[in-house]
């Protein structure tokens, strides 16, 4: 049992050194929640499953789902105002 | 070595989480590091509380008198896990706000406000 | 101040750190051997003293319960700034739904029809599924909060199923506002009871049952179900500002 704990803490580790090292958006928020779910396994072996529930809600389903949804908005929103170009947004002339 | 390893990964977890909001070019890049940043205390919090052959602390069916581990740092890590989700949720909002106002999810070219 | 010149202070912090830290775990006890009193003492005596089962709901709850209720403040007050960062402006057209009837937003690649009967159906039975993780909490592993998420993360199911409709009706009814506001009073106005008892705040005034109900343990089931009320309606709120937007850009540009 503590050889499995130990390999699962030197998976973390790696993982935390690939997730911060990727370039695109998209991919790191499918190793975060992969990443989530290492961390529900480790509170499951570790005699914490209390915690276990919330990380694998929190972790794996809310957090990647909120992160998805701001790049979504944020990618929409690019090509609406792309569209738009004919017509420039009067909040243009404060920003000098 | 093996008894201090769980301190170590933490440290390491720490390092890169910082060393990726250091580096990074993108703003959704740094929340996610600074969300791996906040890992690394569960990592400390529940090695600190790990006894070995020991139960976990939920007595449904097993004696109140038996051996468990700690369950004062798992009501700690509860309150982790939530600050976390909501401070990636209030840090998003302002992401998508800068990005609307600022055209660029770049940290260095968001230099509208001049003074 | 250019990357290199970030990259180099970066790394003499974490020197710094390195030194600091190495000298602090010096005297942490090796994993695997716990020793502090507090755990023994809570795990041996919370059964006994609480009748709940869940020694780390009991501690959430009711040992350490002011803690809790600062935390349930922390995530009223973020879903507060996150309606006013995103709040609608003029100029934008973010009305709940736009004039366009959303129905039939299609995405790039629609789902087969396997995934939307599959997810629609087992919408139900996540509600179900986490109203029992949140009621049983003093008992099994699970709680107010644990529950609470997965109840938010059911109306999303619908949404994959492609009812937007039914979703946008789910999500941005004020009742929702209206819940998550009341989950959050109801825990401090369950410790402000304990006050008008006698007892100081959040002290557990109501009978305690006997151990192994689901009604047990006083006001530790009462402050979970009370929590698993404001985090669901505080995550439904926090989707819904993230996506309205989204709805209402695809709505105008699908006709």
Partial sequence: MMILGVGLLALIGVSALVIVRTDDVTNQLLGLSFYGLLFALMFFLFQAPDVALSQITVGAIALPLMIMLAITRMKYHSESTHQNKAAPPAREARHD | ?115 | ?255
């Fill in chain 2, 1 to 115: 070595m093996l008894a201090h390893y769980p301190y170590f990964i933490a440290a390491w977890v720490f390092l890169c989480g910082l060393y990726g909001i250091v580096r990074s070019r993108h703003l959704v890049h740094t929340v996610i590091s600074l969300a791996i940043l906040q890992t690394s205390t569960y990592i400390l919090l529940l090695a600190i509380g790990f006894r070995k052959g020991g139960y976990a602390p939920i007595f449904a069916d097993i004696h109140p008198g038996v051996v468990t581990v700690d369950p004062v740092v798992q009501a700690l890590m509860l309150t982790d896990v939530v600050v976390e989700a909501t401070v990636v949720a209030l840090l998003l909002a302002m992401v998508v706000k800068a990005y609307e106002k600022g055209g660029t999810t770049s940290p260095d070219d968001l230099r509208y406000m001049r003074g």
């Fill in chain 3, 1 to 255: 101040m250019t990357e290199r010149h970030r990259l180099l202070l970066f790394l003499a912090g974490a020197c710094g750190l390195a030194v600091l830290y190495l000298a602090g775990i010096r005297n942490l006890p090796p994993w695997g051997q716990y020793r502090g009193p507090y755990g023994d003492v809570i795990a041996q005596l919370a059964v006994f003293q609480r009748h709940a089962t869940d020694t780390v709901n009991a501690i959430t709850y009711d040992y350490r319960g002011f803690d809790t209720l600062g935390e349930e403040f922390i995530l009223f007050s973020a879903v507060t700034g996150v309606m006013l960062l995103l709040r609608p402006e003029d100029g934008q057209t973010s009305r709940a739904g736009g004039e366009k009837n959303p129905a039939s937003f299609r995405d790039r690649a629609a789902l087969s029809e396997t995934v939307q009967v599959l997810a629609s159906g087992v919408f139900g039975f996540s509600v179900l599924f986490g109203v029992y993780i949140g009621t049983h909490g003093q008992l099994t592993p699970g709680g107010g909060f644990q529950g609470g998420v997965i109840i938010a993360a059911a109306p999303m199911l619908l949404y994959i199923a492609e009812n937007t409709e039914a979703f946008r009706r789910i999500v941005s009814h004020p009742v929702t506002e209206a819940l998550e506001a009341a989950g959050a009073a109801a825990y401090a106005l369950i410790g402000l009871a304990a006050l008008a008892c006698g007892a100081p705040f959040l002290t557990n005034v109501l009978p305690l049952g006997r151990t192994g109900d689901v009604l047990s343990s006083g006001t530790i089931a009462l402050i979970s179900a009370c929590v698993g009320v404001e985090v669901a309606a505080a995550f439904l709120l926090l989707i819904w500002e993230y996506l309205r937007e989204i709805l209402a850009r695809a709505g105008n540009a699908e006709a």
